[in-house]
């Protein structure tokens, strides 16, 4: 069964750095386009970032664009989210979800991972 | 990058259909076919309930039916069951492979 398992959340100070992981198991992680969504406490959805397949193209939301960086690892079936100068908007639970199609995107998130915590505060 | 506009709650009885709508614009929700809705419950991760406006992923009940008419796509609940009542969001690519969410719904099942 698929699984997609983040780690990495934490307490960190503004304008500080962090690196989220998720371990993806159960499906064959080099086919798809990979996502990061947050939530922040009490809030909506938010799409962060999406990798293609091959780790080849990578698309941001304004919001974070020029602060995080999405990468994969293919070879350790992996997705990551660097985060940088980090805010206090920052704060939310920070979700991985895989998209629905191979080798493309549909845009539609069918598994997710249980989330990871970032807190960004003094 | 601006969100999509739902309505923040709606409420129907159980056996009831209710709509959930999500409002965008001509460059998101009325160029695109790929407008995907998302259950949440408090807690969890979001599940995918339709996905391309209309499509339901496997194991998912016929009871939730999406749709769209211009730049207003629509999640359909019919015969509701008390299980329904949580939250849901709609979704939409808004193009240069970008996706925006909507506020979110809060369903209450009287």
């Known amino acids: 069964q698929v699984q997609l398992v983040e780690s990495g959340g934490g307490v960190v100070q503004p304008g500080g750095s962090l690196r989220l992981s998720c371990a993806a198991s159960?499906?064959?992680?080099?086919?798809?386009?990979m996502n990061w969504v947050r939530q922040a406490p009490g809030k909506g959805l938010e799409w962060v970032a999406v990798?293609?397949?091959?780790?080849?193209?990578?698309w941001y939301a304004d919001s974070v664009k020029g602060r995080f960086t999405i990468s994969r690892d293919n070879s350790k079936n992996t997705l990551y989210l660097q985060m940088n100068g980090l805010r206090a908007e920052d704060t939310a639970v920070y979700y991985c979800?895989?998209?629905?199609?191979?080798?493309?995107?549909?845009?539609?998130?069918?598994?997710w991972g249980q989330g990871t915590l970032l807190t960004v505060s003094s | 990058q601006s969100a999509l506009t739902q309505p923040a709650s709606v409420s129907g009885s159980p056996g009831q259909s209710i709509t959930i709508s999500c409002t965008g614009s001509?460059?998101?929700?009325?160029?695109?076919?790929?407008v995907s809705w998302y259950q949440q419950y408090p807690g969890r991760a979001p599940k995918l309930i339709i996905y391309?406006?209309?499509k339901r992923p496997a194991g998912i009940s016929n009871r939730f039916s999406g749709s769209k008419s211009g730049n207003t796509a629509s999640l359909t609940i019919s015969g509701l069951q008390p299980e329904d009542e949580t939250d849901y969001y709609c979704?939409?690519?808004?193009?240069?492979?970008?996706?925006?969410f909507g506020g979110g719904t809060k369903l209450t099942v009287l």
């Open positions: 979800a895989k998209d629905f199609t191979r080798f493309g995107l549909v845009y539609a998130l069918d598994y």
């Open positions: 159960g499906f064959t992680f080099s086919s798809y386009g």
């Open positions: 990798i293609l397949y091959d780790g080849s193209n990578k």
């Open positions: 001509s460059s998101d929700v009325g160029s695109f076919n790929l």
């Open positions: 391309e406006v209309t």
């Open positions: 979704c939409s690519y808004v193009g240069n492979s970008i996706v925006v």
